[in-house]
């Protein structure tokens, strides 16, 4: 957290001297400066970020995760699907850190491993549910009328699909397997997302600067895309990150049950299942795994939470002045 | 000499829950090229409406252009469709907001937004239009014009943005500038400035102006010549000079006696208008003014004036309008 501190105001002094230096041609700058005037829209908000505790911790946590997910063959000790059968069931030893599972292949490696899945079914489905939802409110919220009746009265319809059956019957109807929990999360997920752009979207285009947009003589698509969308972005980005952990949860479900990923990919909901059945014999088999679902979920909720205070510019007050 | 716009019978109703609002009722008026013209009223007489009528941005529901025709440069801007509409608007057509706090995006840099025009009628690129846009901001003053166009919205003052959004609406050269209470937001001294440059920058480009204000004052530096408008209707069309020497219509005049003026006795208390403007729910009967009029007559409380002229350029709808020299004067 010191670190991070030292990076940002260093980060603002160098932003400081620079204002200093004499302006270069004015054409000049007119090319240069896109890539500042983003910094200073961004930094404020991360600023907020890096002083908000919790954020970091979830900050901390996903970056801790990603690394495990990108570099688990170089982390692992060993292959996670090397079966060693006179070595099953094993508790923590200096060759196995965590211990073995049922057929004898090392959990370290195994939990690494497991990263993959769960980040990339959270990130991945997550990123459908928003571009379906986001498109979807955005016309909805500003067409309004008939078409803004029928797609609300859709998405609360999806809304009532309990998703874990949902996730069943998907899974009976397209087979278990990553992409089809992917399709599946996606398909129940972009129904919070149209919600909220779409009141988002209720309350912006009253604005004036809308209708300055239609008096340039901006289409339907312009200023739902370039004035609307960017203003909306906030409580899209807030939800997004809370969706995350909810998908990364709906996944581990999914794999507890046998609908995930097959075996033998490791996955954390799968290890979770079958070490609940040795769950006398050695312990740590699905507490490990479990405790990472936990940890992952909780720091996707952590991020959300912090840019939720983060991107609110009046709980910003206080980074703002130092700002 | 062939007007650039001609607006004939324009009716604008909205309809409520309450009833029908006729917030604009057949108003006719001409524009030649390069001339401005003043549109004067109280809040709610349908100054705005007539605006945003023009531009045929009038949101339906709940509101609809229920009769009329506008003709600009040789087109009935009612037949056109949608698209065509768009091409008119921002391009020939430009429009200045009233508040230059919030008539901005938020998040978008002013340049991208002055720039927006150009990239939508001329199909510029980003750097193409950066350039000319520089140049647009210069031309409304802007110091440091080229720098200014990376800030945001937040970073420029009430003045600033307003000079802004000229510079928006001047970006395609539009024919015609429609302001719509272009300096209600900002303090005096920038008032004046602002109306002088637009006076200045349209007069170079050849672009007419329709400013809409509830300033007399305004009017009479800046326009060539003034509607009043009352209730939804004209009462009154003069040219500046006939209307400030020889105002008709007791609403005018009224308004008049409602300023203090510099050149008179100080003591002199002001006259304002008695009465509340009308509800336009319920319209008075008649003339829509004669519950508040002074030179009223039987005839007012039962039919409604037409427009009738008065002297040469002058025109107004009243039963019984003023003839002596205003008591202001």
Same mark, same amino acid.
């Given at each position: 957290?010191?670190?991070?501190?030292?990076?940002?105001? +260093?980060?603002?002094?160098?932003?400081?001297?620079?204002?200093?230096?004499?302006?270069?041609?004015?054409?000049?700058?007119?090319?240069?400066?896109?890539?500042? +005037?983003?910094?200073?829209?961004?930094?404020?908000?991360?600023?907020?970020?890096?002083?908000?505790? @919790?954020?970091?911790?979830?900050?901390?946590?996903?970056?801790?995760?990603?690394?495990?997910?990108?570099?688990?063959?170089?982390?692992?000790?060993?292959?996670?699907?090397?079966?060693?059968?006179?070595?099953?069931?094993?508790?923590? +030893?200096?060759?196995?850190?965590?211990?073995?599972?049922?057929?004898?292949?090392?959990?370290?490696?195994?939990?690494?491993? =497991?990263?993959?899945?769960?980040?990339?079914?959270?990130?991945?489905?997550?990123?459908?549910?928003?571009?379906?939802?986001?498109?979807?409110?955005?016309? $909805?919220?500003?067409? =309004? =009328? $008939?078409?803004?009746?029928?797609?609300?009265?859709?998405?609360?319809?999806?809304?009532?699909?309990?998703? /874990?059956?949902?996730?069943?019957? /998907?899974?009976?109807?397209?087979?278990? =397997?990553?992409?089809?929990?992917?399709?599946?999360?996606?398909?129940? %997920?972009?129904?919070?997302? $149209?919600?909220?752009?779409?009141?988002?979207?209720?309350?912006?285009?009253?604005?004036?600067?809308?209708?300055?947009?239609?008096?340039?003589?901006?289409?339907?698509?312009?200023?739902?895309?370039?004035?609307?969308?960017?203003?909306?972005?906030?409580?899209?980005?807030?939800?997004?990150?809370?969706?995350?952990? %909810?998908?990364?949860?709906?996944?581990? $479900?999914?794999?507890?049950?046998?609908?995930?990923?097959?075996?033998?990919?490791?996955?954390?909901?799968?290890?979770?299942?079958?070490?609940?059945?040795?769950?006398?014999?050695?312990?740590?088999? +699905?507490?490990?795994?479990?405790?990472?679902? @936990? /940890?992952?979920?909780?720091?996707?909720?952590?991020?959300?939470?912090?840019?939720?205070?983060?991107?609110?510019?009046?709980?910003?007050?206080?980074?703002?002045?130092?700002? | 000499?062939?007007?650039?716009?001609?607006?004939?019978?324009?009716?604008?109703?909205?309809?409520?829950?309450?009833?029908?609002?006729?917030? #604009?009722?057949?108003?006719?008026?001409?524009?030649?090229?390069?001339?401005?013209?003043?549109?004067?009223?109280?809040?709610?007489?349908?100054?705005?409406?007539?605006?945003?009528?023009?531009?045929?941005?009038?949101?339906?529901?709940?509101?609809?252009?229920?009769?009329?025709?506008?003709?600009?440069?040789?087109?009935?801007?009612?037949?056109?469709?949608?698209?065509?509409?768009?091409?008119?608007?921002?391009?020939?057509?430009?429009?200045?907001?009233?508040?230059?706090?919030?008539?901005?995006?938020?998040?978008?840099?002013?340049?991208?937004?002055?720039?927006?025009?150009?990239?939508?009628?001329?199909?510029?690129?980003?750097?193409?239009?950066?350039?000319?846009?520089?140049?647009?901001?210069?031309?409304?003053?802007?110091?440091?014009?080229?720098?200014?166009?990376?800030?945001?919205?937040?970073?420029?003052?009430?003045?600033?943005?307003?000079?802004?959004?000229?510079?928006? *609406?001047?970006?395609?050269?539009?024919?015609?500038?429609?302001?719509?209470?272009?300096?209600?937001?900002?303090? #005096?001294?920038?008032?004046?400035?602002?109306?002088?440059?637009?006076?200045?920058?349209?007069?170079?480009?050849?672009?007419?102006?329709?400013?809409?204000?509830?300033?007399?004052?305004?009017?009479?530096?800046? *326009?060539?010549?003034?509607?009043?408008?009352?209730?939804?209707? !004209?009462?009154?069309?003069?040219?500046?000079?006939?209307?400030?020497?020889?105002?008709?219509?007791?609403?005018?005049?009224?308004?008049?006696?409602?300023?203090?003026?510099?050149?008179?006795?100080?003591?002199?208390?002001?006259?304002? !208008?008695?009465?509340?403007?009308?509800?336009?729910?319920?319209?008075?009967?008649?003339?829509?003014?004669?519950?508040?009029?002074?030179?009223?007559?039987?005839?007012?409380?039962?039919?409604?004036?037409?427009?009738?002229?008065?002297?040469?350029?002058?025109?107004?709808?009243?039963?019984?309008?003023?003839?002596?020299?205003?008591?202001?004067?």
């Amino acid at each position: 957290m010191t670190m991070d501190e030292e990076t940002v105001s +260093s980060d603002i002094r160098q932003a400081g001297d620079s204002e200093k230096e004499p302006a270069p041609p004015e054409f000049e700058t007119g090319r240069r400066e896109p890539r500042r +005037s983003l910094r200073t829209g961004i930094r404020p908000i991360l600023y907020a970020i890096l002083h908000h505790k @919790t954020a970091c911790m979830g900050i901390l946590i996903i970056l801790l995760l990603t690394v495990m997910a990108l570099f688990a063959p170089w982390l692992a000790p060993h292959d996670p699907n090397e079966q060693d059968l006179y070595h099953v069931l094993e508790s923590p +030893s200096r060759r196995h850190l965590l211990g073995t599972d049922d057929v004898g292949r090392d959990l370290l490696s195994r939990v690494l491993f =497991g990263a993959r899945v769960s980040l990339f079914v959270g990130l991945s489905s997550t990123v459908f549910s928003a571009l379906i939802g986001i498109f979807i409110g955005l016309v $909805a919220g500003y067409k =309004g =009328g $008939a078409i803004d009746m029928l797609t609300m009265r859709i998405t609360d319809t999806f809304m009532c699909i309990p998703g /874990l059956i949902f996730l069943l019957v /998907l899974a009976a109807a397209l087979g278990p =397997g990553v992409h089809n929990i992917i399709i599946a999360i996606a398909a129940l %997920g972009w129904t919070g997302f $149209a919600r909220i752009t779409r009141g988002q979207v209720l309350s912006l285009r009253q604005l004036p600067f809308v209708e300055a947009a239609h008096a340039a003589g901006a289409s339907g698509w312009r200023i739902m895309f370039r004035h609307l969308l960017p203003n909306a972005m906030a409580p899209i980005i807030v939800a997004a990150s809370i969706t995350v952990g %909810g998908a990364i949860m709906l996944e581990s $479900a999914a794999a507890f049950l046998g609908l995930g990923v097959q075996p033998p990919t490791p996955s954390w909901g799968e290890a979770l299942r079958v070490g609940y059945s040795y769950l006398e014999i050695v312990p740590l088999f +699905s507490i490990v795994p479990g405790l990472m679902i @936990t /940890l992952a979920v909780l720091a996707f909720n952590f991020l959300g939470d912090g840019l939720r205070d983060a991107l609110d510019p009046r709980l910003r007050g206080e980074a703002q002045k130092i700002v | 000499m062939a007007g650039l716009l001609e607006v004939r019978n324009l009716s604008t109703h909205f309809s409520t829950k309450e009833g029908l609002i006729r917030a #604009v009722e057949d108003v006719s008026f001409d524009l030649d090229a390069g001339e401005t013209l003043g549109l004067v009223g109280e809040s709610g007489c349908g100054k705005s409406v007539s605006a945003m009528s023009l531009m045929r941005l009038i949101p339906n529901p709940p509101g609809k252009i229920v009769n009329g025709e506008i003709v600009f440069e040789g087109r009935d801007l009612l037949k056109l469709g949608d698209e065509e509409i768009r091409h008119i608007r921002g391009n020939r057509m430009a429009m200045i907001f009233q508040e230059p706090m919030t008539s901005f995006n938020p998040v978008m840099t002013i340049g991208r937004q002055v720039a927006e025009p150009l990239e939508i009628h001329r199909n510029m690129t980003r750097n193409k239009a950066w350039t000319i846009c520089a140049d647009l901001l210069r031309r409304v003053r802007i110091p440091e014009a080229g720098k200014r166009l990376q800030s945001y919205p937040h970073q420029f003052s009430g003045g600033m943005r307003q000079r802004a959004m000229i510079a928006m *609406a001047l970006a395609c050269t539009p024919r015609l500038i429609i302001a719509d209470e272009p300096t209600t937001a900002l303090d #005096v001294t920038i008032q004046a400035q602002l109306l002088e440059l637009m006076k200045q920058l349209t007069r170079d480009a050849g672009t007419a102006l329709i400013l809409i204000t509830h300033n007399l004052g305004i009017v009479a530096r800046y *326009a060539d010549r003034v509607n009043v408008m009352y209730a939804g209707r !004209i009462v009154e069309k003069a040219t500046v000079r006939a209307l400030y020497a020889d105002p008709r219509h007791p609403y005018t005049v009224g308004l008049m006696a409602s300023i203090p003026r510099l050149d008179q006795d100080v003591k002199r208390k002001l006259r304002p !208008i008695p009465g509340q403007p009308p509800d336009l729910l319920h319209p008075p009967s008649g003339c829509a003014f004669h519950p508040r009029c002074r030179n009223r007559i039987p005839v007012c409380e039962i039919h409604r004036p037409a427009l009738e002229k008065a002297s040469d350029g002058h025109e107004v709808a009243c039963w019984n309008p003023v003839r002596e020299a205003p008591p202001c004067c």
